[in-house]
């Protein structure tokens, strides 16, 4: 309740039972919220609830599968979704007559590249597809099934009698130059393609209030950019022409992942920037800022093109929906003591010097917060080669607060590696924090955040002027009074962990080492990731072939380094990880025991991803902390 008195007093829990909820969708006129439930198992159906809540209606009758996403027609009759259905030969009725005459799992059967997805699981070729559902009578029908992919994105025209639909158009997306296209799918009638000569990716279609013109993001680079390029706000005429880039003149990115590994469930994967809401006048559309660990909400007016910040703040806001007048905005916003809470923005507000600040509505950590002590992120600029200077946080621990003794310090690596740490609340430094230690993290060149230039700085080259900017943080480290420079560690997960192996074969300034989820060989790990490199793309090289294309693979991987390593290694992987193949870690640990370097392998089970520690079962995750802070322990007390 926007104007209730209290925080928690505003909370009201509408859904209970197994199952959950999630992707939970206001309907236009705010009577009604659609969600994706679980209870009706195995498949997932679309469930309505009335807004002063109740008891929720089953609106679908789907069969087993996946619900992708949803939204509602303007005129409140109608909703579209994305459903992938299960293969048949991995329903769970399937799977039960498979038992009862004592068969085997069949084979997957695939001619696809894009046949898993870390997270997701393996699918074949089974591909989402839209379709619209009629909110009195629950049926259900296909509309659109044209993406490859299947991971397109859409949004409704103003008419209610179509969708506008983005999605690659390419023959094989995962390895040909990116051409995503945008088209109007009427609900009765053939698809026709919106005629725009730009290539490369689109996403985020919305449609304009008065229905004349559809804004997306997205670059027209045709190359592999694999995260380099900023993606920028777009417009087109619905009837097709030249677009128009709205962001051009700032070297901001509008998706940019701030990492954490307590913000699941906005975005996706944590932390994106990625808003994007057209004014109800039309005159601008808000977009989501992530910039120098921060995450903010800027404005762009149609006409003069720019963006506007409307805050600044050393925090994570995610703006979202807008009220019905526009006046106000929801959002949640955290920093790195304070988790992420629900409130909004006065948009009508007057600013302050740092811009408008969201009016807070929960509470739902006080309890907790109340329990425990907290270290906050302090922030310091390192300089490194090239006139760059590196922005890098520490956060001291809480045990030794008001202590005049040195203390041991674990340096983190974020993942990605274009992506960026900030102003978000990480559980795992404040647990090691309250073990204590300090806590050291930076974004090093390859990080989004501080313009193309920056982030675009590694491509190809990893190991080189990242490991520069690691390596000057690292210089830093040893020179801090409070740091004892004999029990120092370093850590890192996907990225970081590829980074973590490089920092070993590369120093011998740590005691100890923790490599979670990375890449060791780009040998390997090129062609059994769930996105592989493509030919000649991103790295400029391929694992096969050519021996000049092999060595700039070769020299880029860990592997090819390892001969001197030293270092004690924790090695963290999960069986499931699609994203970063287990083989991966199982190469570090056999490295290792050739070279008789003290090493631990914690290998979790099939059932859990990539994402393990921000998304992975509370068990497990609890036991990937107990055995990061067992192993410092061990090499750092």
């Not at 059967?109 to 997701?120: A, C, H, N, Q, V």
């Not at 989501?288 to 404005?299: E, K, N």
């Not at 990539?610 to 410092?632: A, F, M, N, V, Y």
């Amino acid at each position: 309740d926007v104007d209730g008195k209290g925080t928690q007093r505003n909370l009201k829990q509408w859904t209970q039972g197994e199952g959950g909820a999630g992707l939970g969708r206001w309907s236009p006129d705010g009577s009604k919220i659609a969600f994706v439930g679980g209870r009706d198992k195995p498949g997932s159906q679309i469930y309505l609830i009335e807004s002063d809540g109740g008891e929720a209606r089953k609106l679908t009758s789907l069969p087993e599968g996946s619900v992708g996403a949803l939204l509602w027609s303007p005129d409140r009759s109608k909703i579209a979704f994305s459903f992938r259905e299960s293969h048949p030969d991995r329903t769970e009725k399937a799977k039960k007559e498979r038992e009862e005459k004592g068969l085997s799992t069949p084979p997957w059967e695939i001619e696809s590249l894009f046949y898993r997805m870390d997270g997701d699981g393996y699918f074949g070729e089974q591909r989402f597809r839209l379709y619209v559902c009629d909110v009195e009578t629950g049926k259900h029908r296909l509309v659109y099934d044209g993406d490859p992919l299947g991971f397109g994105s859409f949004d409704w025209l103003k008419d209610s009698n179509g969708l506008v639909v983005a999605h690659s158009i390419a023959k094989d997306p995962l390895l040909d130059k990116p051409n995503d296209q945008i088209f109007v799918v009427p609900l009765h009638g053939k698809p026709k393609q919106i005629k725009n000569p730009r290539k490369g990716p689109k996403s985020s279609p919305r449609v304009s209030p008065d229905g004349q013109t559809v804004a997306y993001l997205g670059f027209d680079h045709e190359d592999d950019a694999w995260g380099v390029y900023n993606t920028q706000l777009w417009t087109v005429p619905l009837s097709g022409g030249e677009p128009r880039c709205l962001t051009e003149s700032d070297d901001y990115c509008m998706e940019v992942l701030t990492l954490s590994d307590t913000l699941l469930g906005h975005t996706g994967d944590g932390g994106g920037s990625g808003l994007m809401s057209w004014t109800p006048d039309g005159k601008g559309i808000y977009v989501g800022i992530g910039r120098h660990g921060a995450v903010d909400v800027g404005l762009v007016d149609i006409r003069k093109s720019g963006v506007k910040l409307l805050t600044d703040g050393q925090h994570v806001l995610l703006g979202s929906n807008l009220s019905k007048d526009g006046k106000r905005m929801a959002c949640t916003w955290g920093d790195p003591t304070h988790l992420m809470e629900a409130g909004y923005l006065d948009l009508e507000a007057k600013a302050s010097g740092k811009g408008l600040k969201p009016t807070i509505l929960t509470s739902c950590n006080k309890e907790w917060l109340s329990e425990v002590e907290l270290s906050p992120a302090e922030e310091v600029w390192i300089p490194s080669t090239d006139g760059i200077k590196v922005h890098t946080w520490f956060m001291r621990p809480t045990k030794t607060k008001g202590s005049k003794s040195k203390t041991p310090a674990v340096l983190e690596i974020h993942g990605g590696p274009h992506a960026q740490y900030g102003w978000s609340f990480f559980h795992e430094f404040q647990v090691l924090c309250a073990q204590g230690y300090g806590v050291v993290f930076c974004n090093p060149r390859g990080s989004k955040g501080y313009g193309e230039a920056f982030c675009a700085a590694i491509r190809g080259d990893w190991g080189n002027k990242d490991w520069d900017d690691v390596a000057s943080v690292i210089g830093w480290m040893k020179k801090q009074s409070w740091i004892d420079k004999s029990k120092m560690g370093v850590m890192g997960g996907s990225y970081g962990g590829y980074m973590t192996n490089w920092v070993v074969s590369h120093n011998q300034d740590f005691v100890g080492a923790i490599t979670d989820r990375c890449v060791f060989n780009w040998m390997s790990a090129g062609g059994n990731s769930d996105f592989p490199l493509n030919k000649d793309g991103y790295f400029g090289g391929q694992p096969w072939g050519d021996h000049a294309k092999i060595a700039k693979l070769w020299q880029q991987s860990p592997i090819s380094h390892f001969e001197s390593v030293k270092t004690p290694m924790l090695i963290i992987h999960s069986e499931g990880d699609l994203r970063c193949n287990v083989e991966q870690g199982d190469q570090v640990f056999y490295v290792l025991k050739c070279l008789g370097v003290e090493c631990r392998y914690v290998r979790y089970p099939v059932s859990t991803s990539h994402g393990l520690s921000r998304g992975g079962p509370p068990d497990l995750r609890i036991h990937r902390l107990s055995e990061i802070t067992k192993w410092w322990r061990r090499w750092l007390s």
